[in-house]
């Protein structure tokens, strides 16, 4: 399931020959210096992770064994899942613990429980499983898969683009982080073309291979056929990405007013909700780019970018965050914002341009 995810030393990002935690089977380090570095962060998450798989291991095996006293056979196919959302809860449970550690072989691993709950025929946290596995994909990286799930449960239709207006979304979407998601796939977009658009300004080359590769990888492959009006096809595409960005922010605030506001503030002096223009498209996008952007942290190894991102020690305050503000909606969308890497961030700061 892991193969073709980057798997790292969580310390210094080695790649050869590392070593599994044992218990939470993870996360992996270099060496047992390295092990002991990261043992005070980790510990307390990889305690929860043992128990949780310890529980679920056995409400599963009760599920079986009730199962092969009223049939008479032992299935070991059986998954033993039950009704009344006891396993649903652990399932769960065990999918945001392992969401808090930070390699991506554990937002895989997340993933894996959270599409098994969703493909379930009875789904009591059906909203909060929908909007994890959207973060999940978003954060390996997987930005066409995360739209396709998206659009999967608000159109009739298939194939649908990132690209796209976002007018298939306004009265369909069942909740603001389901929109914040789409949001941020939109974000990922702009960055992209933005940091492509840059590199052919600078280097007046429309076969750069750092161009060739962010449309190859964003699916514009007849974008690099612009040749000398590349630049203009670039910037065309970023015109309409921003007003794709700006309709989605009115739909989120439509839904609920208070949302952005509530995100952790770009600045580490100021709080949420105290500036008159937090309202603003501009600082929200700001919130988003205040990240920790290293291999470790993020949902992909930096080496895999075309366009190296420029590190930035802010983080938003997720404690402060959870603690005002303990909505399961804003935990979800703050978890996608931390984690968020990209081929090229927004500094902040950064005006949009505006559309003439």
């Known amino acids: 399931m892991f193969s073709n995810l980057v798997i790292s030393c969580m310390v210094c990002g080695q790649q050869d020959d590392l ?17 002991q570095t990261h043992w005070p962060s980790h510990k307390a998450v990889r305690k929860k ?21 009223l049939t008479g056979v032992l299935s070991l196919q059986f998954t033993g899942i039950r009704r009344d959302g006891i396993h649903l809860n652990e399932q769960l449970q065990l999918a945001e613990q ?10 895989e691993s997340a ?23 959207t973060s999940c994909l978003i954060r390996l990286d997987r930005d066409q898969e995360a739209y396709n799930y998206l659009t999967h449960w608000t159109s009739r239709y298939k194939d649908h683009d990132r690209f796209e207006a976002p007018d298939i979304f306004e009265g369909m979407a069942p909740s603001a982080a389901f929109l914040a998601s789409v949001f941020l796939v939109k974000l990922r977009l702009f960055t992209a073309m933005d940091s492509a658009r840059q590199c052919y300004i600078k280097g007046g080359n429309c076969s750069d291979p750092r161009i060739m590769t962010t449309l190859e990888k964003c699916g514009l492959k007849d974008v690099m056929k612009g040749g000398p009006k590349l630049g203009e096809h670039l910037s065309a595409i970023i015109f309409t ?8 922010y009115l739909q989120v605030e439509q839904i609920q007013p208070d949302f952005w506001s509530r995100l952790p503030s770009v600045h580490e002096n100021r709080e949420p909700c105290h500036d008159n223009s937090g309202m603003e498209t501009q600082q929200v996008l700001d919130c988003y780019t205040v990240t920790v952007l290293s291999p470790r942290l993020g949902a992909v190894s930096n080496s895999s970018s075309p366009f190296q991102p420029t590190r930035c020690s802010l983080v938003p305050r997720k404690r402060w965050m959870e603690r005002k503000f303990p909505s399961k909606i804003l935990k979800l969308v703050s978890r996608v914002v931390i984690y968020l890497t990209s081929s090229a961030q927004i500094l902040p700061g950064r005006q949009l341009e505006k559309r003439r």
């Open 241 to 248: 990405l921003q007003d794709d960005m700006k309709e989605l």
């Open 19 to 35: 070593k599994q935690c044992a218990q939470c089977k993870l996360v992996h380090f270099c060496g047992q210096e390295h092990q």
């Open 49 to 69: 992770i043992a128990t949780l798989r310890k529980r679920l291991r056995e409400i599963k095996k009760a599920g079986r064994e009730s199962f092969a006293e």
């Open 98 to 107: 392992k969401l808090e550690i930070d390699p991506p072989v554990a937002i």
């Open 111 to 133: 993933l894996k429980h959270v599409i098994d709950l969703r493909n379930l025929p009875f789904r009591p946290l059906s909203d909060d499983v929908l909007e994890m596995a």
